[in-house]
């Protein structure tokens, strides 16, 4: 009944429908889909989905989300049930900065979009194999930027997905690693959207909750561990805790100058600090991990070096990944070879490293 009557009771599309329903109910702060900047290729509008619904959809349906589901976050190839990967995680952040969004009236389809694809291009073996790119291929190489290209290129037999400018500017400025402010000072690290700079906050509301939670049940640390200040303001439990920092920055933030400005308490952010570091020197830093992540730079560098050397086996993963890389000459050139080792799970990358490496069977 409803798509015979459509016409009656939508004289312009449904989506133009629901792009003046976002007049009403986003702020003045928020991102309007109707205000895009738009797509790099033109396309015509659909007449249901807003341009960030459209993103949310190509990123759950691309091929790099799906690999997501078999790669580390912390912990190697765990063998419980319970650890997080790459794509959990992944959820998790959208989870988190689709929530902050809805509290502050702002876009939350345009959140949700950034936040699921923010991490599409991260290596095998999380930061280990991060690590392994940039000491073999590029100084300059991190998962952010390599997270942009796999939209903007390596997605769709090479055409990309086409996503909207503040999509792809979210995404490339979700992180700058490792001791990175919280909230950056330099306009040049942040997202030109406040959607794109709540996804940076909720990445790392996610990470030092769910590291935190898996470090104790890999026993690396126990819950006594945990310094006192931290358990204090944040909580003791993990919901506990990411309520409390979901809370802060909605209540904290200010508006100045007719603009929104992300905040947290001063308790509030020194408390995540701390959390950072503590997760650092006594998890990412720890022996368990830490010789882990020797094996995982270990197992990308050799197969980097091996791929470039021998095109036969570079084409069949890049076959075994959908990946429809073309190379210039005769020989895989380092970026290409950047791209299929970034776009292997852990098992695929460590199958072939056992298939390249490890003597076979004599019969």
Do not use: W
């Not at 290209?149 to 055409?159: G, P, T, W, Y």
């Amino acid at each position: 009944m409803f798509p015979n009557q459509s016409k009656n009771i939508f004289h312009n599309s449904i989506r133009e429908h629901f792009q003046e329903r976002e007049k009403s109910n986003i702020s003045e702060h928020g991102c309007l889909s109707s205000l895009t900047k738009g797509r790099k290729k033109y396309e015509e509008p659909c007449p249901i989905r807003t341009p960030f619904q459209i993103d949310r959809d190509r990123i759950v349906y691309s091929r790099a989300f799906r690999r997501l589901k078999h790669k580390t976050q912390v912990f190697l190839s765990p063998l419980g049930d319970h650890y997080r990967t790459r794509l959990t995680h992944t959820l998790e952040v959208s989870e988190i900065a689709r929530t902050i969004a809805r509290a502050m009236r702002l876009n939350e389809d345009l959140t949700e979009a950034i936040a699921l694809a923010h991490d599409l291009g991260h290596t095998p073996f999380g930061h280990g194999g991060e690590t392994a790119l940039k000491e073999v291929f590029s100084s300059t190489f991190s998962h952010n930027k390599q997270s942009l290209r796999v939209v903007d290129i390596l997605e769709n037999k090479n055409k990309g997905l086409n996503l909207t400018f503040e999509v792809r500017d979210g995404i490339v400025k979700h992180s700058k690693g490792g001791y990175g402010n919280i909230i950056p000072e330099d306009k040049n690290e942040t997202a030109i959207t406040i959607e794109g700079q709540i996804v940076r906050i909720a990445d790392i509301m996610a990470y030092l909750n769910h590291d935190l939670d898996d470090a104790i049940r890999s026993k690396v640390i126990s819950e006594s561990d945990i310094p006192e200040l931290c358990i204090k303001i944040l909580g003791k439990s993990h919901s506990k805790r990411i309520t409390t920092m979901i809370k802060d920055l909605v209540y904290s933030s200010e508006y100045k100058n007719n603009s929104l400005c992300l905040k947290m308490s001063e308790d509030c952010h020194n408390a995540m600090y701390n959390l950072r570091k503590f997760l650092y020197d006594n998890v990412y830093r720890s022996e368990k991990v830490h010789n882990e992540f020797v094996k995982a730079k270990k197992i990308i560098s050799n197969l980097f070096f091996h791929l470039i050397e021998n095109k036969n086996d570079f084409f069949d993963a890049a076959k075994d990944l959908e990946l429809d890389i073309q190379i210039p000459s005769n020989k895989p050139d380092k970026r290409s070879v950047a791209d299929v080792i970034a776009s292997m799970t852990d098992r695929y990358a460590m199958n072939l490293y056992k298939k390249i490496f490890f003597p076979s069977s004599i019969v």
